[in-house]
């Protein structure tokens, strides 16, 4: 466990150096370009061949986002040192339980956990500890953390990133995007020690053990309650009627999109549906000549969307003009639904940055800042060390948060 006194040793705060060497670009997997498995003797085959492997599994996902409907994986990469890189096709197999035992068994080296277990979760795979390298980067005071730049910096490698954003549901996938993917988790082992050394150095390598078991036992995320809000450019719709044209825009477009398995923007974008709240469009024609109508998907299901505007027009039905809230005022609030939470939370991040900048920890890395709001808002009704890290226990803050931070923040907001 962590020290709480804070006065680590200077080496322990320093950044990577910003000065680089000329990288060496890293063009192919050193084994040649996986094959695609697809099949379930293939599938068979690659387990076997990681069953025989060591170490860790380097594991990532490609998606299709902006192309299908939801988050799903459409191409899994696994790596394991003994035994290669494999490329599975989860979208043509029928059962992925001879990989899902394996791989449940296992620890994981992921870039960016949190973007790649929802989706992996949806196949029924978890590991049984990970490694987050993305995460473990912020924690070492890394300015930037794309799997690019960290190569870059610590192994001295240039990954090409040109398909990132391709259409992962593709069929056949092209060899070049094949190339790509296999080169994601071609050195995340290596990345992983290097990484790991330099917070060994800084002393913080308790820290990310004790982050990474957190990340792994997150939930995955779960829809709003009204997700419609979340339409680009609603704050600006003023009245309940023209929320409600807007929301059967909005759940017409996402029925249609799910039954056809496409992202819900590829049939009609965000101001397109603004713009024909603004218009409120009656028939056919008259929708054509709203800005974003104008497309083949978008003619095509011209009649669908004129009906969702005339049930937002009938409906009774009118939502209100603002989302109810759960939980605390935003902080721009607090100085006048409650002074003493403003004065204690002004006090507070006051120790969050001089923390931080200690450590060479971002602030909301530090402490989650809903928690930080959370403990300042309701406070103990007996300001101590203990009686904060018994708060900050509560809400969720790991033990080496609580340590580093504890007691300064008791003494803050006793003082605030």
């Known amino acids: 466990m962590p020290n709480s006194d804070s006065s680590a040793p ?14 060496t670009p890293l063009t192919e997997p050193r084994d040649g370009i996986p094959e695609v498995i697809d099949t379930a003797p ?5 387990v076997r061949a990681l069953e025989a492997g060591t170490g860790d599994l380097a594991v990532d996902t490609e998606r ?58 949806e196949l029924g795979m978890s590991p049984t500890a990970l490694f987050d390298t993305e995460l473990a980067g912020r924690l070492a005071g890394f ?14 490698l240039q990954l090409a990133k040109e398909h990132s954003a391709v259409d992962w549901s593709t069929r056949p996938l092209p060899e070049s ?20 050394a330099t917070l060994e150095e800084q002393g913080k390598l308790e820290f990310a053990i004790q982050e990474f078991e957190h990340e792994r036992n997150l939930p995955d995320p779960v829809p709003a309650d009204t997700p419609w809000r979340k339409l680009s450019g609603i704050h600006k719709l003023k009245s309940r009627r023209n929320l409600a044209i807007a ?4 759940l017409s477009r996402e029925s249609l999109a799910r039954s056809r398995d496409v992202a819900p923007g590829r049939l009609i974008p965000d101001r397109a549906i603004m713009a024909a709240v603004e218009k409120r469009a009656t028939s056919v024609p008259a929708l054509l000549q709203i800005p974003g109508f104008h497309t083949r998907n978008a ?60 450590w ?19 406070a103990p009704t007996r300001i101590s060390e203990t009686s904060v890290r018994e708060k900050l226990q509560t809400l969720g803050a790991r033990a080496w948060q609580r340590d580093l931070i504890s007691a300064k923040l008791a003494e803050a907001l006793k003082q605030s």
């Not at 035994?83 to 449940?104: A, I, K, Q």
């Not at 300015?143 to 001295?156: A, C, D, H, W």
């Not at 071609?186 to 992983?192: D, N, P, Q, T």
Request: proline fraction near 7%; charge should be neutral.
């Open 299 to 358: 003619k095509r299901d011209a009649a669908r969307w004129v009906d969702a505007i005339q049930r937002g027009q009938s409906t009774k039905d009118l939502p209100d003009l603002r989302a109810s809230k759960t939980g605390l005022p935003h902080p721009r609030a607090w100085a006048e639904k409650n002074p003493a939470a403003a004065n204690r939370l002004e006090a507070a991040k006051l120790v969050i940055n001089e923390v931080s900048e200690h």
């Open 42 to 46: 293939a599938l068979r085959r690659a």
């Open 64 to 121: 299709a986002s902006g192309f299908r409907y939801g988050q799903r994986a459409f191409l899994l990469q696994i790596r394991r040192e003994g035994s290669g890189t494999w490329l599975v096709d989860p979208e043509t197999l029928d059962d992925l339980s001879p990989l899902r035992t394996f791989v449940n068994a296992q620890p994981w080296i992921l870039h960016a956990a949190t973007q790649d277990l929802p989706c992996l979760h």
């Open 143 to 156: 300015p930037r953390v794309s799997l690019g730049t960290m190569v870059g910096e610590l192994l001295g």
């Open 247 to 250: 929301r059967e825009l909005w």
């Open 177 to 196: 995007w094949l190339n790509y993917a296999a080169l994601d988790v071609e050195v995340l082992e290596e990345l992983r020690q290097a990484i790991t």
């Open 360 to 378: 060479n920890i971002p602030g909301e890395n530090l402490l989650t800042p809903k928690y930080l709001r959370e403990l300042c808002w309701n």
């Open 10 to 23: 200077a080496s322990s705060t320093t950044a990577p150096e910003a000065d680089q060497p000329v990288l």
